[in-house]
T-cell receptor, first 112, second 115 residues
């Protein structure tokens, strides 16, 4: 079945890099996503990676995928206070693209 | 586009009352999703529609919950009767098939408190 796990909390200092980790169980995952939720708002897609890729970079964001270990990470370089939010890892599986399974979310706290 | 619109933003009701949450998806999107978010369980998919037809309602907690999509621009999630354990933030999201990323666009949510 589908299951996505991530740690609940991460605290970093402003200017440092943040790394948020996630593991998933479904080997037929096709797309893996990182969504961001700011206080009082809905989720917003940050980035995604197709399962045949192992890395994707987008400005300050780097996504690494280890398909063998079913491990996904999101690295935020030069973390800013505006990056403080909850980050959700998510997956969609082959044949069920529109149904996305979300992790519980990692709350990132950036200390000035 | 205004994005996904949800109403009300906040709802406080007493146990036993009927609650109706409303959603207007992004124009042209053919998928609509209802999620519930709580501290304990995170984000749970309740039900989703494709072209106004319910596809998967396996996440709906029990018969007290029902969802409808009478047309492409409107959906409701109803709880009758409501219970304190239904207190949560309910999100509606929509997406467009055929796009490679399958991005879901979320509304701002409705915070429901049942006392």
């Amino acid at each position: 079945g589908e299951d996505v796990e991530q740690s609940l909390f991460l605290s970093v200092r402003e200017g440092d890099s943040s790394v948020i980790n996630c593991t998933y169980t479904d080997s037929s995952s096709t797309y893996l996503y990182w969504y961001k939720q700011e206080p009082g708002a809905g989720l917003q897609l940050l980035t995604y990676i197709f399962s045949n890729m192992d890395m994707k970079q987008d400005q300050r964001l780097t996504v690494l995928l280890n398909k063998k270990d079913k491990h996904l990470s999101l690295r935020i370089a030069d973390t800013q206070t505006g990056d403080s939010a909850i980050y959700f890892c998510a997956e969609s599986i082959t044949g069920g693209y529109q149904k996305v399974t979300f992790g519980i979310g990692t709350k990132l706290q950036v200390i000035p | 586009d205004a994005g996904v619109i949800q109403s009300p933003r906040h709802e406080v009701t007493e146990m036993g009352q009927e609650v109706t949450l409303r959603c207007k998806p992004i124009s042209g999107h053919d998928y609509l999703f209802w999620y519930r978010q709580t501290m304990m369980r995170g984000l749970e998919l309740l039900i989703y529609f494709n072209n106004n037809v319910p596809i998967d309602d396996s996440g709906m907690p029990e018969d007290r919950f029902s969802a409808k999509m009478p047309n492409a621009s409107f959906s409701t999630l109803k709880i009758q009767p409501s219970e304190p354990r239904d207190s949560a933030v309910y999100f509606c999201a929509s997406s467009l098939s055929g796009k490679s990323s399958y991005e879901q666009y979320f509304g701002p949510g409705t915070r429901l408190t049942v006392t």
